[in-house]
């Protein structure tokens, strides 16, 4: 399947144009549609998959139309590693789009990050791509609004879960609106 048959806008298109992406793999086939149609889902797929973009494109249409200044999506994910990918992603696919991203990771050396972090949040990001530690380190210091947070995404769940995280992302979606679309993500 072709990704103009899925009724993307044209900024995502163009989007898709640019980083070489004209096909749909399985997966981004299955969830793309699900995900338009604002329900949540739970897909599990290999590694290498496309598995980010299944999540990236369809949130990234729909929020290009959502207007204001505040975290519109939450990606959680296990490592700064994964945060800084999906991000890179985030930024080529949303490149003809207003949709604007921001990494939220720990195991910097430096204090700039951290307030470039803090800046992200008190401007606003449409999108926050964040380790659980990192972001109730944010939280904890009161001036994170994730009140108006409409989609929440756990990449690699079964990751985060196998690391300890479960309190941390029970702790996180406990600031997070009940009525949002959640969407679960994993290679097992």
Same mark, same amino acid.
């Given at each position: ?6 009724? #993307? ?30 329900? %949540? ?22 929020? %290009?139309? &959502? ?21 890179? !992603? ?38 926050? &791509?964040?380790?659980?530690?990192? #972001? ?7 001036? &994170?609004?994730?009140?108006? &947070? ?7 769940? %079964? ?8 309190? %941390? ?8 609106? !009940? ?10």
């Amino acid at each position: 399947m072709k990704f103009t048959e899925f009724g #993307l806008h044209e900024e995502i298109l163009n989007g898709l144009r640019d980083m070489g992406f004209e096909n749909a793999t399985p997966v981004q086939e299955q969830a793309i549609p699900i995900i338009l149609e604002g329900n %949540d889902l739970i897909a599990c797929a290999q590694t290498g998959t496309g598995k980010t973009a299944a999540f990236l494109i369809p949130t990234i249409d729909i929020l %290009d139309d &959502v207007p204001g200044g505040h975290i519109k999506c939450l990606i959680l994910c296990p490592t700064r590693e994964l945060a800084v990918q999906i991000d890179k !992603e985030c930024e080529g696919l949303a490149s003809h789009s207003y949709v604007s991203s921001f990494p939220v990771y720990g195991g910097n050396k430096g204090g700039d990050d951290f307030g470039r972090q803090k800046s992200a949040f008190t401007q606003g990001a449409d999108i926050v &791509v964040a380790t659980p530690g990192r #972001l109730l380190q944010h939280i904890g210091l009161g001036y &994170v609004d994730l009140s108006k &947070v409409e989609f929440l995404i756990l990449d690699e769940a %079964d990751r985060m879960l196998d690391m300890g995280f479960i309190l %941390d992302i029970q702790r996180i979606i406990s600031y997070i609106p !009940e009525n949002r679309q959640t969407l679960l993500f994993s290679a097992t």
